[in-house]
């Protein structure tokens, strides 16, 4: 069996999906950008940016409505695959999947460990978003006995990432909820001294 090949016009490119409805092809690229091409015809049907490093992994949603992305900074985005519209920014590395339902997403993490992220079920909420369950160091995305002081900084990168003038979606402002929920759980347990002299 002979097979024939069909090339896109691609560069520097680190991983390559195809939409369940298998018309899409879906590129990561070193630049930071990933390309929705017509798989049958090889044509560019359009670019996301929004990434600040490469991009490393991809994964499409089973209803082919998201799409997740990876990039070399440890960060997660997701994306509505009709508009290009980012839908969150998580604290997660490569690799990522989704379950089989697409209730779930799961993504590596800092030493050794994996993360999986659930679909949040709220009546307020968007009906594709997705966040960590509820312990306050799995929604900032840090390790349950990390310093104080990088907590401190995580949620300070995190609230501008989510901040209404760089992302005004109703997504990013239950994110920011959930994230300030999070820090204010920290704080009480384990309040941040700030010590200025040794």
Not at 41 to 66: D, M, R, Y
Not at 111 to 129: A, H, L, S, T
Request: with cysteine; charged share 20%.
């Amino acid at each position: 069996m002979l097979w024939e090949l069909a090339q896109f016009q691609l560069s520097a490119i680190t991983t390559v999906v195809i939409t369940p409805n298998g018309k899409t092809l879906v590129s990561a690229s070193k630049d930071g950008t990933i390309k929705l091409w017509n798989f049958h015809t090889g044509e560019l049907i359009s670019t996301f940016t929004g990434h600040s490093a490469a991009v490393e992994s991809i994964a499409v949603s089973p209803n082919g409505q998201i799409i997740a992305s990876s990039s070399s900074d440890g960060i997660i985005k997701l994306w509505n695959l009709d508009n290009g519209e980012i839908l969150h920014s998580l604290s997660g590395c490569s690799p990522i999947a989704f379950s089989p339902n697409g209730k779930k997403l799961l993504s590596g993490g800092r030493r050794g460990r994996i993360k999986i992220w659930q679909q949040m079920q709220g009546i307020d909420e968007p009906r594709n978003d997705l966040v960590l369950s509820d312990k306050w160091w799995e929604v900032l995305g840090v390790d349950a006995h990390t310093s104080p002081h990088h907590v401190k900084n995580v949620y300070r990168r995190l609230a501008r990432q989510y901040h209404p003038d760089i992302n005004n979606t109703a997504s990013a402002q239950a994110t920011m909820q959930a994230i300030n929920r999070a820090y204010q759980e920290f704080r009480s347990s384990k309040p941040i001294v700030d010590k200025k002299h040794g």
